[in-house]
């Protein structure tokens, strides 16, 4: 079982092109269920993979539930073990999968939290002046806010992946997979901003031999490529300043698909650049949309309070 696990991670790693979330996360579960299933399995020392069937896999799901567990990490756990099982009959190990006869947990819907279209214009003026690190962290925001992308895909930007003259940018998603998203002509103002404050200075940029169009597009000050948890700490700096509270980079990304669709976009075209497998993931702004439809319309229609406000003035009339 330990060969075929660390051959399963190597191939998603390499073939695969799964992020390095992905890897941590798989690691993770399947050596939580390697373990439980050597417990459980005794007296063999090592369990072997064809000895592991479906209650097996429902039994280390139930351990993991009454550990409190999240659904969506038991989701998770399921779909690991689904992806691992299918390598093995793909590599001709096993024949079926047990996982596959496993229900996956119920998970509670979620609307995903989006800024209103002042919130998000307020948040992009929020880094001020023409420092350093004022330019790029507006270049950051405007760029999230302009692109809807992934804050992973926005950090591992080049220079050379934008395309001034077309007005968009390239990006690599899920799986190394590329797509081209339109790139605002703010969001382009303000990463030509940043950049004139911030020339190349690593030893992979001009410096070096280097071209002043290579390289990342939002660097640290050594000039290396920015982290994930960097541009978080970024957002939740000026959300803060917003409302008080942070939100998280996907916020932004949320904020971007719903507006657009508030604004009639067709909803194929909000998925190619979001850059969802399946149109269902997308259909979810649709609600989102609703929502605030519903709200605009009990806000301003002169007939949608009537009902309640009859209600009261009965009320009222009753108690005289």
Do not use: W
Request: net charge positive.
């Amino acid at each position: 079982m330990d060969r075929a696990i660390r051959a399963f991670l190597d191939r998603l790693a390499v073939q695969e092109g799964a992020s390095p979330q992905t890897i941590r996360a798989y690691t993770s579960d399947l050596a939580q269920f390697r373990a439980f299933a050597l417990a459980a399995l005794k007296p063999h020392r090592v369990p072997a993979v064809e000895s592991i069937d479906a209650g097996l896999i429902r039994d280390f799901l139930a351990s993991r539930d009454r550990l409190g567990e999240k659904k969506t990490s038991l989701a998770r756990k399921l779909a690991c073990l689904r992806s691992f099982f299918r390598y093995l009959i793909h590599t001709g190990r096993l024949g079926a999968n047990p996982a596959e006869e496993v229900r996956a947990p119920k998970l509670p819907k979620h609307l995903p939290q989006v800024l209103t279209k002042d919130d998000a214009g307020a948040l992009m003026e929020f880094p001020a002046g023409e420092a350093r690190d004022g330019l790029r962290d507006r270049a950051i925001l405007e760029t999230l806010y302009s692109t809807g992308a992934r804050v992973s895909e926005l950090v591992g930007m080049n220079r050379e992946d934008i395309r001034r003259n077309d007005g968009v940018v390239l990006v690599r998603g899920k799986g190394q997979k590329e797509r081209m998203i339109p790139l605002s002509p703010l969001a382009l103002e303000a990463i030509d901003a940043y950049q004139a404050q911030a020339p190349v200075t690593s030893v992979l940029g001009a410096s070096a031999g280097g071209s002043q169009d290579a390289g990342p597009v939002f660097r640290n000050r050594r000039g290396g490529r920015l982290t994930t948890r960097t541009i978080a700490r970024i957002v939740a700096k000026y959300s803060r300043q917003l409302s008080g509270g942070a939100i998280h980079p996907h916020t932004l990304r949320h904020s971007f698909a719903t507006h657009l669709l508030d604004e009639g976009a067709d909803l194929r075209a909000i998925q190619e650049m979001l850059g969802h497998v399946s149109l269902s993931t997308t259909q979810k702004y649709t609600h989102l949309a609703t929502d605030q439809l519903l709200a605009i319309y009990d806000r301003t229609h002169p007939r949608a309070g009537t009902a309640g406000e009859a209600g009261d003035m009965n009320k009222q009339k009753g108690s005289r």
